[in-house]
């Protein structure tokens, strides 16, 4: 089946301007994470959703950041007011509850650049 | 300092050679060890993984957890051009079955003809 999406692929905006990315997971995933890798940088988590527990925001940098879910399909990941070291690639994963580690699948990634 | 370390190197070996990627940790409450492969602009992908201690092999993969000491390795025996990519370690902490993953920084690695 079809594995983790993501739009854009490539997003160029400018300095204060808001941008919206989009997950599509695997269907079927229950939870749903983001996480953000900066240039030569692993992965920072940022948000995770499970089913319909409250989100787990505890990596989001500061309330420029948000996300939302609607039921167990898409997410969106919002940054308000952008600035320069938001640019990253930003990385959705899902993950169900199929073998021992409820392995993450990641898509592509959002690439960001704030200029 | 980060909860997990790791040398982002690059590595350049030959092709056949043995390749050595190592992280070290500090939260004792990670029981779950994984080594994920990403090329590039390409998602993660996993590779490995570990519970708790001890070894791990698939192919021409290894992978070693010593909690003891707080460190984790993936050995890469007859290393091939295919292997070229970034190598994360993540780790995550037991309990829930869902949780986040702490990832190392990432360790470029590029095996040459």
């Known amino acids: 089946g079809a594995g983790v999406s993501q739009s854009p692929s490539n997003k160029v905006t400018e300095k204060g301007k808001d941008v919206e990315l989009r997950c599509d997971p695997i269907s079927g995933h229950t939870a749903l994470y983001w996480y953000r890798q900066r240039l030569g940088q692993g992965l920072e988590f940022l948000i995770y959703?499970?089913?319909?527990?409250?989100?787990?925001k505890s990596g989001l940098p500061s309330d420029r950041f948000s996300a939302e879910r609607t039921g167990e399909s898409v997410s969106t990941l919002t940054i308000q007011r952008t600035q320069q070291e938001d640019s990253a690639v930003y990385l959705c994963a899902s993950s169900s509850r199929a073998g021992a580690l409820y392995e993450q699948f990641f898509g592509p990634g959002t690439r960001l650049t704030v200029l | 300092q980060k909860e997990v370390e790791q040398d982002p190197g690059p590595l350049s070996v030959p092709e056949g050679a043995i390749v050595s990627l190592n992280c070290t940790y500090s939260n004792s409450a990670f029981q779950y060890f994984m080594w994920y492969r990403q090329y590039s602009r390409k998602g993660p992908e996993l590779l490995m993984y570990t519970y708790s201690s001890g070894n791990k092999e698939d192919g021409r993969f290894t992978a070693q957890v010593d909690k003891s000491s707080k460190y984790i390795s993936l050995f890469i025996r007859d290393s091939q051009p295919s292997d070229s990519a970034t190598y994360l370690c993540a780790m995550r902490t037991g309990g829930t079955s869902y949780g986040k993953l702490t990832f190392g920084q990432g360790t470029i690695l590029t095996v040459h003809p």
């Open positions: 959703f499970q089913g319909n527990s409250a989100p787990d």
